[in-house]
């Protein structure tokens, strides 16, 4: 018997690429797992294919990860449907080529990849308490060793890279003050790489040159099933339970932006991130 059986794992993004192979190795394993997925289309699909790979072991919720609204519900359902959560594994993350606003006016990839993730942790907290010992899992990236720090100051110009490396350093930051404030809850957080996989990522907001570059370099790359890999490890190794804090890549702790220990940096982060999400709640 499996030491995922009888235990629920809330994956976000999980339709495609890294999140699907995570959702289909965690459903093998035994766990209950809930797809959480923007379009319903794409989510029906995926649960449909998961569900005749694995039978029984999937659900399906349908949030943008973008939408702080959506969110609030999603988080509200997430507590109706299921009382106990073991794993909230935030995978959903997004690549902009061009300055996007998302439904809050918040700049898209801040939006998905930090204030989503910040937010709907926060409106499950009390869940993941009651259900320790808990895990909290970000696919974070390597690219936040090239964020500085400045993703929160305004009159930016631009950049689709440094929007992106920004967005995961602000995962690091979040993981660094939210394991301060859960210490002794029993409940762990904890950032992956997933390695420099071929996936859909930036596919439908980037122009053709990216497109063209990912298709000819996508060979070498690292297969979704391959990249999964160190997301599975850090949800469900029952030797990392009282594990927290750290960020991981190629399934081992590794290190990170030292950045992400910065005390002004991380305050700011906390501040900042309140301040829009309550601007829009
Ligand atoms: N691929 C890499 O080399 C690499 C490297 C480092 C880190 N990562 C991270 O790995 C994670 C998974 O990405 P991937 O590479 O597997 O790319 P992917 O195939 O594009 O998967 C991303 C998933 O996130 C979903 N998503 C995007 N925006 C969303 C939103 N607003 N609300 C809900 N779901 C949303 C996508 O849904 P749709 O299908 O509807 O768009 C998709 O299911 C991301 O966080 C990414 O930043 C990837």
Redesign the pocket.
Known sequence: MSHMNGKTVII????????KETALALGKKGAKVVL????KE?GEKALAELSAAVPGKFDLLL????SLSEVKKLAEKIKSQYPKIDVLLH????FYQTHTLSPDKIEMTLA??HVGVFHLTNLLLDTLKQSAPSRIVI?S???HKKGKGVMMKEGMMYNPMKAYNESKLLNLLFMRVLSKKLAGSNVTINCV?????A???GS?NTGLLFRLGAKIISPF?LT?EK?ALTSIKVASDPALEKVTDKYFEKEDIAKYNRLADDEKLAQDMWAMTEKLIAAQT
């Open positions: 976000t993004g999980a339709n495609s690429g890294i999140g959480v997925c923007r379009n794409r949030a943008d990860i973008g995978n959903a993350g997004v998905v990849n696919v990236s390597a690219l790489h997933p390695g420099v996989v996936t859909n990522i439908a790359l979704p990249g």
